[in-house]
């Protein structure tokens, strides 16, 4: 769980979430801000804890959940429970080393499967901003060497 999220006000006015459902864009913004969400946008959501939090039916949340879906919003595995939001990490990147070892700490949770393999194509592809990350963390830019480099 994390006690904040980002969600970038061009969410309102994407043409993937205009074109969703009114229930649809609910459950995506409740995916995004949930309280069993995470830092990697891959985390288990019963639909039950949907259904609670939102004060919905099985069937509504059912059929929002294959909207997301059919749309390329996020993949629910109903056998396991887990979730992944597409093109979370994206939006939300691993900004330092720190949450770069707890992203890889996240992932190890996520049992293996088709959401576990999707969640690795996500951060492989976010990747690059991890090792920047890394890098700048222990490089500063403004460091000067105190003696004469040869």
Same mark, same amino acid.
């Given at each position: 769980?994390?006690?904040?999220?980002?969600?970038?006000?061009?969410?309102?006015?994407?043409?993937?979430?205009?074109?969703?459902?009114?229930?649809?864009?609910?459950?995506?913004?409740?995916?995004?801000?949930?309280?069993?969400?995470?830092?990697?946008?891959?985390? $288990? +959501?019963? #639909?039950?804890?949907?259904?609670? =939090?939102?004060?919905?039916?099985? &069937?509504?949340?059912?059929?929002?959940?294959?909207?997301?879906?059919?749309?390329?919003?996020?993949?629910?595995?109903?056998?396991?429970?887990?979730?992944?939001?597409?093109?979370?990490?994206?939006?939300?990147?691993?900004?330092?080393?720190?949450?770069?070892?707890?992203?890889? $700490? +996240?992932? #190890?949770?996520?049992?293996?499967? =088709?959401?576990?393999?999707?969640? &690795?194509?996500?951060?492989?592809?976010?990747?690059?901003?991890?090792?920047?990350?890394?890098?700048?963390?222990?490089?500063?830019?403004?460091?000067?060497?105190?003696?004469?480099?040869?």
């Amino acid at each position: 769980m994390r006690d904040y999220s980002k969600i970038h006000s061009s969410f309102w006015t994407s043409d993937d979430i205009r074109g969703m459902s009114e229930d649809a864009r609910i459950l995506a913004l409740y995916v995004l801000t949930c309280p069993h969400s995470n830092m990697i946008g891959c985390f $288990r +959501l019963p #639909d039950a804890y949907v259904c609670d =939090d939102l004060q919905w039916s099985s &069937a509504r949340t059912a059929k929002a959940m294959s909207e997301l879906s059919a749309r390329g919003f996020a993949t629910h595995c109903q056998r396991s429970k887990w979730i992944i939001i597409h093109r979370y990490m994206k939006w939300n990147q691993v900004e330092n080393p720190n949450q770069g070892k707890a992203a890889a $700490r +996240l992932f #190890d949770q996520i049992p293996d499967g =088709d959401i576990k393999s999707l969640c &690795a194509m996500a951060m492989d592809q976010c990747a690059a901003n991890i090792v920047r990350a890394v890098y700048e963390h222990h490089i500063p830019s403004d460091e000067t060497l105190s003696k004469p480099f040869r």
